[in-house]
């Protein structure tokens, strides 16, 4: 099956840092990679569509500029979050699809951010 | 706009007993619907998927769901739930034909099988 995973699983930063979340698919080319938020006891709210070497499509109430993404190639997608404060702290998902795949994506093991 | 709402948030149930939980979705059109377990510490993996067809779709694990159309649900069902049943589920829907359109979730239900 689809593999994708994602890189660091946790990370723990101070407020004010930045933090780069990778997502990679580990055996297919994703043209697509959405990133999802979880907050506890909540739904996954999407944030932002990517689509390999164009920009990604943010969705209403998500900062652009605070959480940066690249998608610079078929297989690695990037989640900047940058300037962290505490209100980031959250688990972030990314799936991703590939030409193959039809509408069915493949979900990453999360990582787990916390901003002190 | 797509919306997909669970009806139970916990739920909990002895082992052996039979498990059902309620899925439904608002769109006027042709949709895709998923079922999304995520267990403790892991990733989410998917349970079963419906595109067309039957519409009792069997999943992993003994699992399996009913689209009822007319009812815009998938419920989801196991006659006999066991403790590593134990996780989060989520329903999720996007457009037929959607081309990159994501899948909106559900939020969530959580099941707890006791022993």
């Known amino acids: 099956g689809a593999v994708v995973s994602q890189h660091p699983s946790r990370v723990i930063c101070k407020s004010g840092t930045s933090v780069k979340i990778e997502c990679r698919s580990l055996?297919?080319?994703?043209?697509?990679m959405f990133w999802y938020r979880q907050f506890p006891k909540k739904s996954l709210m999407l944030m932002a569509t990517?689509?390999?070497?164009?920009?990604?499509?943010?969705e209403q109430g998500v900062e652009k500029d605070k959480f940066l993404i690249n998608h610079a190639s078929l297989t690695l997608s990037t989640l900047t979050v940058t300037s962290a404060h505490p209100e980031d702290s959250s688990f972030y998902i990314c799936?991703?699809?590939?030409?193959?795949?039809?509408?069915?994506?493949?979900f990453g093991p999360g990582t787990r951010l916390t901003v002190l | 706009a797509q919306s997909v709402s669970q009806h139970n948030h916990h739920v909990i149930l002895s082992e052996a007993a039979s498990l059902e939980l309620g899925c439904n979705y608002s769109?006027?059109?042709?949709?895709?619907l998923f079922w999304y377990v995520q267990y403790p510490g892991q990733h989410l993996q998917l349970l079963l998927k419906?595109?067309?067809?039957?519409?009792l779709v069997k999943g992993i694990k003994g699992f399996e769901a009913e689209f009822i159309k007319s009812k815009f649900s998938f419920n989801l069902r196991k006659p006999s739930v066991q403790w590593s049943d134990t996780a989060e589920y989520f329903c999720?829907?996007?457009?037929?034909?959607?081309?990159?359109?994501?899948?909106?979730f559900g939020k969530g239900t959580r099941l707890s099988v006791i022993a």
């Open positions: 990517s689509n390999e070497g164009s920009k990604a499509t943010y």
């Open positions: 799936s991703a699809k590939g030409w193959t795949s039809g509408t069915e994506q493949f």
């Open positions: 419906y595109f067309s067809g039957d519409p």
């Open positions: 999720a829907v996007n457009p037929q034909n959607s081309g990159n359109t994501p899948l909106v």
């Open positions: 769109y006027g059109g042709t949709v895709n």
């Open positions: 055996d297919f080319q994703a043209t697509t």
